[in-house]
């Protein structure tokens, strides 16, 4: 217990020390870390805010894409061509029952 109390004073009065040596931070003890600023972005215009009102995120039920109806029509319809063309697999099990007196 003394160890630790000892150990711990001495991390006390280092970083005591180190505080009144430096009010800046520093990184791996190189020197102060001076903050990049960040340019200004320009206030945008009323014109870029009204763009930005059109844009729709969760997609509109209003549009339909033709093409893309079309596609699926025709892909739906290859399904089932392909699907037809299988034979029907009949499932069938068999269960062997192993019973010693």
């Known amino acids: 217990v003394e160890g630790l109390r000892s150990a711990l004073s001495k991390m006390e009065s280092r970083v005591s020390a180190?505080?009144?040596?430096?009010?800046?931070?520093?990184?791996?003890?190189?020197?102060?870390?001076?903050?990049l600023k960040a340019p200004p972005r320009p206030a945008p215009a009323k014109q870029e805010e009204e763009d930005e009102d059109d844009i729709d995120l969760f997609g509109s039920d209003e549009e339909v894409d033709e093409e893309a109806e079309k596609l699926k029509e025709q892909r739906l319809q290859e399904y089932a061509a392909k699907k037809a063309k299988k034979p029907a697999l009949i499932a069938k099990s068999s269960i062997l029952l192993d019973v010693k007196p």
């Open 18 to 35: 180190l505080e009144k040596r430096s009010t800046a931070p520093t990184v791996n003890g190189t020197g102060p870390v001076v903050p």
